[in-house]
């Protein structure tokens, strides 16, 4: 497993310990998520993005087209900017705020066996099969399978934020 992801996540593991039931589920103003929600996010992403490196496996014709200018500055730099993105409203819907911290954990777990699954095939698959991504444009498998580190790195910085509200 790359080094990387897997400090990643566990860092975000052990951070959830650090956090009561209220403080997971608080939402301190309207249209800003909760660190429950986030989490939430977090984790869906990272299946899309590890859905799409089991679809470059699978394809069977190769994509000339590349990245978008946004995507290579992303891949040059080797993560996000430090911005806020905000998605369009269709693809914004609200992540989910019931989980508990044991069901978050679980989660992340998920993530964790699905990344150390693909760390040892994701080289091997041809670097022309690839998946669209809206924003960065056409991504192989392994543009997409760094992708999860880069998007939990990348919230790291709204954790800090949302932390901070927690401190009534």
């Given at each position: 497993?790359?080094?990387?992801n897997l400090k990643v996540i566990e860092t975000y593991?052990?951070?959830?310990?650090?956090?009561?039931?209220?403080q997971l589920r608080f939402i301190t103003d309207e249209?800003?998520?909760?660190?429950?929600?986030?989490?939430?996010?977090?984790?869906?992403?990272?299946?899309?993005?590890?859905?799409?490196?089991?679809?470059?496996?699978?394809?069977?014709?190769?994509?000339?087209?590349?990245?978008?200018?946004?995507?290579?500055?992303?891949?040059?730099?080797?993560?996000?900017?430090?911005?806020?993105?905000?998605?369009?409203?269709?693809?914004?819907?609200?992540?989910?705020?019931?989980?508990?911290?044991?069901?978050?954990?679980?989660?992340?777990?998920?993530?964790?066996?699905?990344?150390?699954?693909?760390?040892?095939?994701?080289?091997?698959?041809?670097?022309n099969y690839k998946v669209k991504h809206e924003g960065?444009?056409?991504?192989?498998?392994?543009?997409?399978?760094?992708?999860?580190?880069?998007?939990?790195?990348?919230?790291?910085?709204?954790?800090?934020?949302?932390?901070?509200?927690?401190?009534?």
């Amino acid at each position: 497993m790359e080094l990387c992801n897997l400090k990643v996540i566990e860092t975000y593991k052990s951070y959830l310990q650090n956090y009561s039931l209220e403080q997971l589920r608080f939402i301190t103003d309207e249209g800003v998520w909760s660190i429950g929600q986030m989490y939430d996010h977090l984790i869906l992403v990272a299946h899309e993005y590890l859905d799409n490196v089991e679809t470059c496996a699978a394809a069977e014709v190769e994509q000339k087209l590349g990245k978008t200018e946004f995507g290579e500055q992303l891949y040059s730099i080797g993560g996000f900017p430090p911005i806020k993105i905000k998605l369009p409203d269709e693809l914004n819907t609200p992540p989910s705020n019931s989980d508990s911290k044991e069901i978050l954990i679980g989660r992340l777990d998920q993530v964790l066996q699905r990344l150390i699954l693909w760390e040892s095939k994701v080289d091997t698959i041809n670097t022309n099969y690839k998946v669209k991504h809206e924003g960065f444009g056409w991504l192989n498998a392994r543009e997409w399978y760094d992708l999860v580190n880069m998007h939990f790195r990348h919230h790291l910085r709204q954790k800090c934020v949302l932390e901070q509200k927690l401190r009534f």
